[in-house]
Every structure is written in structure tokens, then in C-alpha cells.
């Protein structure tokens, strides 16, 4: 399936914040993204009409099984490029920045390349 960088940080946001709460809401992306509301709820939109989220009555988002793989794929890559660009001894909050970009072009393929040369057990 082909999704957009930004659908890739938005589901990724989703996970991060569901990982630290029970119930994480459109709110809780806009704040956690520094986006605005009417922003997060265009995209949760596109999340719902890709069939990678629902959104219940009470606004609670959660994922669907496809949307919830992209997720934890895209934010395992995330750790492990972080972990690495550290490693080779960039400073934090440029590995931050740039595994958040390269998250997105790096094939599964490399990625497993990587994980593999690399041996990497990634801290959450």
C-alpha cells in the first residue's frame, strides 16, 4: 500500500500516544504534532477512508489492522535509524529529525538489511 509521509506521522503519533494512553482522540494528535484541530481532523478523514483507522462516538481513534502494521513498522524503523545516527555520534535531536525523514524512504527490504547488519536491540 503507498502512504504518504504524512499519514505515516500521523499513525505513528496515534501509536507513540497510545503506547502512554488508554484512549488517544484527535486533541491528542494536534497537540502531540503541534498541528491544528481542523488539520488533524482532515487527516484522520483520509486514515478513516483508507480503512487505517476508526473513530468510535466518543472520538477515541483507534487502529485497523492494516493501519496499526504501518504504524509499527514505520516507528520501528524510526528507533532503529535514531539508534544508529546516535551510534556514528549525531547529536540527539538531529537523529531525531533525520530518522524521522529517512523513516519514510527506506524500503522494508533495507530496513531489514540494516536491523540485520547492524544487530541493533532497540530501546523503546
Known sequence: MDIRKSAEDYLECI?????????????????????????VSIAMKKLREQKLITVNANGIIKFTKAGKKIAE?????????????????????TAEDEACLIEHVISDDTYEKILRAFNKNIPD
Open 73 to 93: 513498522n514505520t516507528y520501528a524503523k524510526h528507533k532503529l535509524l535514531r539508534a544508529i545516527l546516535i551510534d556514528i555520534g549525531v547529536d540527539e535531536t
Open 15 to 39: 501509536l507513540m500516544l497510545s503506547e502512554k494512553q488508554s484512549d488517544v482522540h484527535s486533541i491528542d494528535v494536534a497537540r502531540a504534532l503541534d498541528v491544528t484541530k481542523p488539520s
